[in-house]
C-alpha cells in the first residue's frame, strides 16, 4: 500500500478540489451543513496566494474544521483521498453530476432520473415517459455551447448587444455588468446584467422590452422571465437565498462571431458563425440598485459571508433588496456600494477582491 502510494503522482488532487467534490457529494444527498462546511473550507483554500504543503501552515485559518483537514492531511501525505476517489467513482455521483450539468436539471430531477435506472442522456431521451420542460428542452439543444465558458470578449459583445436594447427603449436607461465577471474573472458560465432606468416603476417594462427588441433581432433562444415580486415593506432575509424577487429573466442568447473581437471561445461555433450563451438580467428600482448590484456581483460565497457579517457583528439584516438596522429598527439608504460597506461600518471592498 505504501509503496503503491509512493511510486504515484504526488498531488494528483488538490485539496481544495477534493473539498468541492465533497459538498456536492453531501449537496446531492441534501445534507446541508457538511455540504456548507466544505464549500466553505474550498473557498479559503482559493482564497490564498500559497499552495498548502504542510498542515502546520493551515494553522490559523477559519473555517477548517477536523473533517476538512484529515481530508488535507491524507492529500498531503499521499496525493490523493480515499474518500473523494469513492465518491469519484460512484456511479450515483457520476450520473447526478451528469445530469446537473443541463440547464434546468436541478439534484431533485437528477436524482429522480437515477432511480428510474437512466444513466445516460440518451436514456434520457430515448424514454418515452419522460417529460422534459422547455428549460431543460434548450438545456439539451445548446448542451455543447453553454458547458463551454464564456469568454470576457464575448461578454462584453453580449454587453453591446443589451446596452444597445436599453437605450433604443429609453435613452436615459443603463445596463451594467456584474457577476464573475465584474470581479474580474476571465471566463465565465453565463454573463450577467442588471438594468435600470431612472424612473421607479419603470423597471418591469424595461426588462419585458429588452426581451421583446431581444426576440425581434432574431437572437433570443430561450427565455424564462419572473415579474417582480418584490415588496418593500418586508425585513431583508435571514436565510441566505440566492433568489431575489425583482423583475429577472434567465436566457439564452444567439451570439453572432461577427459582434465578438477576436471570434467566439468554440470550435464549432466559429464555423457555424455563431454559439449559444446563457444571460441573466435583473431589473430592480433604481432606489435598490446598490443593493442588486452587491447581491449579483457575488461570489455567492462572498454574500454568504457578508450577510453572516451584517447579522452577527452589526445585527443588521442584508439581502440584494435592503439593509435593515434591528437596533434602530430602521432600513438603511444605499445610493452606492460604497454607503453599504460604511453602514456596516467596512471599508470598501473592490469587486476583484470579492472571489471568496
Ligand atoms: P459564473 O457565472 O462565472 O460561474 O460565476 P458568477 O457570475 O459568480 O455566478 P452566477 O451564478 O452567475 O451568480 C452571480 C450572482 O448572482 C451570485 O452572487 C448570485 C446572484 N444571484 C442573486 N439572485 C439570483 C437569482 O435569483 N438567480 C441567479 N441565478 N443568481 C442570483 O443574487
Ligand atoms: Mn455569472
Ligand atoms: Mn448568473
Redesign the pocket.
Known sequence: MEDRRRSSCPCQVLPRDAFEVLAEFYEFNEVEGPCLAFRRAASVLKSLAWSVRRLGATEGLPCLGERSKSVMEEILQSGRSFEVEKILSDERYQTLKLFTSVFGVGPKTAEKWYRRGLRSFSDILAEPSIHLNRMQQSGFRHYGDISRAVSRAEARALGNIIDEAVRAITADGAAAL????R?G?E????V?FIVTTPEVGREDRLLTDIIESLKQQGILLYCDYQASTFDQSKLPSHKFE???HFA?C?LILRLDCSRVDGGLNSVEGDSRGWRAVRV?L?SPPVDRYAFTLL??????Q??RDLRRFARSERRMLLD?HALYDKTKKEFLAATTEEDIFAHLGLEYIEPWQRNA
Open positions: 456584474t457577476g464573475g465577471f470581479r474573472k471566463f465565465g458560465h453565463d450577467d440566492a433568489m431575489d429577472k434567465f441573466d435583473v447581491g449579483w456581483t457575488g461570489s455567492r462572498f454574500e440584494n
